[in-house]
């Protein structure tokens, strides 16, 4: 029972197919529920199940790069994913206890191994939880 498999989720529903047999069959999920295990109806094999439910789906990307505060302040991370609305991040433990940044704050982030993965964007902070960072693309205009 040690695989997990992340299956989108869609009005309520996802469409759960077992990596044995390749069965599908559709399923609902309450709206509360983050990870379930799901025994297959043909094999009986069972599948640790982990719901996506976000609108617009997330690469992983890794790599690192540069963050750059609206003070001006440049700090290396550790891209983690990267969706059409925002980046996910991670920051040394000593960034972020010398608190760079703050759930609020304007950031650019500049990958120089890629320029064109990023841009010339800026990000606004929309969570910060242990090392993990999450910024919302800004909208331009």
Not at 40 to 66: D, M, P, W, Y
Not at 67 to 76: A, F, H, P
Not at 90 to 97: L, V, W
Not at 115 to 138: E, F, H, S
Request: charged share 30%.
């Amino acid at each position: 029972m040690g695989k997990t498999k992340t299956f989108r989720v869609v009005n309520h529903r996802f469409q759960f197919k077992c990596d044995k047999c390749g069965a599908k069959r559709y399923m609902a999920v309450p709206a509360r529920l983050r990870q379930r295990s799901v025994r297959c109806h043909k094999c009986g094999e069972v599948i640790r199940c982990s719901f996506n439910r976000r609108a617009t789906l997330r690469e992983l990307q890794s790599g690192k790069a540069v963050l750059i505060t609206s003070s001006g302040k440049d700090v290396e991370i550790d891209l983690t994913d990267v969706s059409s609305k925002g980046i996910g991040f991670e920051m040394s433990i000593r960034a972020m206890r010398s608190r760079v940044i703050k759930i609020g704050d304007q950031i650019q982030v500049y990958c120089s191994w890629s320029p064109r993965l990023l841009g010339t964007n800026r990000y606004v902070v929309q969570n910060v939880r242990g090392q993990r960072v999450g910024v919302k693309k800004l909208e331009q205009g």
